[in-house]
């Protein structure tokens, strides 16, 4: 999942990097075909060069050596409102066909079954970059017909909606699961399989998604992780915090 | 020069925060100040009403001390671990009692603060639209945009009884610095009735003047001034002594239960009577292993004529 | 490293500021961007909207020369001295061409620069009512405050074609540092569609890196680098050289008349080529008498484990 | 005036301070009676200690050895704004009786007599400010029954008005003139003297002012400088660059 992430980020775009998997996967496009990947964390530190794999977005490695560090209300205002941001990665508990996301509960908000912890800066993420990028593990439960609380929007109940809240972001752009890569049709606003990952088959894929899922006319196979991703990827991660 | 604001954490403890005080112990993952919360439950201050964006494990230690009756959060996890359980029992099962909760986005809840500190009457937002989160909150509204005719979400200020804000440096008036991720401790000073300032190292007025730019709040703002070094312990200060990552990984196993929770709370918190006892506790090999390497900032000449 | 972006003033100028532009020259007393000015003048950029919270001199000369159609404020005098005679002989007499204004308090333009920086949809802020000001200016509006059900004054976002912002060092990239009076430079730069950064010193990134948290903007947000060293006179850079106040002075006098006016401008401006030449042609005496004492920072430990 | 201006300065009082009278007004009251003073100037310098009398609010004396130095956004929206302002002190070109003032056009908005500075702070401290003290010559060009153009309120059209806008400042307190001090009815708002300095009588005050000049009950003469006030005054400003 981290190397298929990691692949879809260009150089120069800036992007805003959680702990752990998009981490990962964002210093590694920096490592290979992204050099002027811009890393912005949602502590404030943008550009930062963390000299080891920080264990939360707080670390104090991130600071040393950045290019930039600013106030909360500054890094959401200036550049998550202020439409700086190309990359956002999200997760979440759940998400459903039209890529909403539910971080916050499972059951209902008054009497919760699992209390999670919230948005945080899901939802303002979510509102605001031009691409979102979601990485989930592909589970029945994570993948449902309806969220239990939406916490950050995606298209909504397909494009009409996203579009009445005239959010300036773009919205989700791809789902990265450990058996395939969805993006979402332009016109329906629905998650559609457009690559399958070696020895993945549709059907496995339908088998771990309640809805009926779409296929890309051209759906590929995602090309094998090259000896080059392997070796950068293992050097990021030396302890294996992340990859087992 | 007024010394008669530099006080233990147990005196401005004592003196600045009342029993049903929305408190905001201020730091975006960065010199969360542990110690005053440590204290707040030493004291056994009740019916609190907890502001933070991330409530992080001095919170959650709170609650489980029975120290809070509400959460006021944008996210309620143990950064880089997962669940804070001890919030999810409250919240949850109501033990050790019943814990409400007001939830906003980072972005919303860091504008309150912003709001509360320069006293805008309300913060309009590009975010919150979509969500389910404000039918489940009162406070956050919707106004026109009267210049595109759309609607704007909005927050309004929030202005806590009482900030603490520990800072890397200050004076014994409280002007003070801070450097590394500085998070929402500005707009809680501002926002806050009443200021309790607490630092890692107390210095001279001149240190803090032959650099105003990187001043967090002059003295004028606070109303406490504590000398506390390893405030902040298990989170950082930068320049100081790095995260204890350990111990976050840690807590999610100490809190397993309600019961081995206040096994830790009784040792660690109130089986000292001070964060220089909780500093003399910790094994010496934890605390040299957090100690940081140098890296110090190139000067710049604020020199006139 | 991308040094592309490294240009000289002129090459920066006709590449980044075309006819009919909204333009914001930052710096509210400090570090206005004099060199970027007279480059406008000597390139004959006409139609100009220039927005700055203080005209001051460089306004007042760039409208003397004919560059400007509109001028967004919300100070128009000689700070210390008195009027900005260009500035009242265009508004007042059209001379030499017709001015039309659009005016704010200080908080109000200040304000509208920062909801361009943060792109909000419009700033509500506790001012302005009981003034004359909203009637003469349609882009001031008032909304109905959701919480309090007060009448609220409100300002649009604005948000510049190009900005000029100097700094006192930056690396070839755009990363930059200020100090001393901070102005509107970050909000400038973050409003702003093309953001030229000029600079006294040229730096080494590693020298950025030491102290993020004095970085005005990342190297994203600039298409253009200049190093030009004494770009502000007769303003002043903090640490370079001080203010010129003797200038600020004389510049009433010049002023008198358009044709002593045009004098000045001819001579100090189209009778140079570059901001070198400028300088050169200052008296050594001036030039050294504006160097300032020493007063450095004392540095921070930034370091990690 | 400056002397008279210093007195009304009471320690541990924030004040906003611009060039000129009040700046020395400010830091003779620092010297005497006021050592904890703050000393916060509109370019975002807080707590200055300046080494000589600067000739603007951006003198870079102003930010060597200051507490504190913020952006102008944030100068306005958390002190001024932020309500953390006791004293702010305000010129202009005309006053009128409830203490509005003008200092944007003689003449109409459209076609200027003469085009003044404009608001800068003026309308924002004058919003946002526990007490204004305003410093002015006393003569009848200032001194209007209308001022041309309300640039900064004062009490509107008596205490009524005011109310009605809800702002957070106290309004208008003393205008010190030449000649006298005005304070302000508290009930109606209008402009009273209540100090007339040596020498001076009603009469002169009346002479020079427009309107029907209310005087209070407990009328006083001003208490003439005391040598120290003097001295430290000069040695403020040896240069006399504000003193004649």
Redesign the interface.
Known sequence: MVIVAARELKD?E?VLVG??IPNLAANLAKKLQAP?L?LVY??????S?P?RM????????????????????EQ???Y?????IDVGFLGGAQIDKYGNINS?IIGT?KT?K???????????IA??VKKIIVITPHEKRRFVEKVD?????GF?DGKE??RK????GGGPYAVITNLCTFKFDEVTGEMTVTALHEGVTIEQVQENTPWNVKVAEELVTTPPPTEMEVTTLRALDPDKIYLR | MDSSKTMTMKEAVSRFVQDGDTVYLAGFTHMIPFAAGHEVIRQKKKDLVLARATPDIIYDQMIAAGCAKRLIFSYAGNPGVGSLRCFRRAHEKGIPKPLEIEEYTHFGLSGRLFAGATNMPFLPMRTNLGSDLPAQNPLMKVVKDPYSGDEVSVVPPLKPDVAVVHVQRADVNGNCHIWGIIGEQKDAAFAAKKVIISAEEIVDESVIRSDPNRTLVPDFLSHAVVHEPWCAHPSYVQGYYDRDNEFYVKWDEITKEHESTMKYIDEWVHGVESRSEYVSKLPPSKVDGLRPKEAYSSPVNYGSV
């Open positions: 120069r800036s702990v752990g002027n811009l949602e502590s404030g530190a943008v550009g060069n000299s920080p264990l939360s977005i707080g670390d104090p490695c991130l600071v040393s050596g950045a290019k930039s560090v600013c106030s909360m209300y959401f205002a200036y998550l409102q202020g439409g700086r916050t908000y919760p699992v209390r999670l912890p919230g948005s945080g800066g899901a939802c303002d509102s605001n609380f939406l916490t950050s929007p909504i909606g996203w809240l005239k959010l300036q």
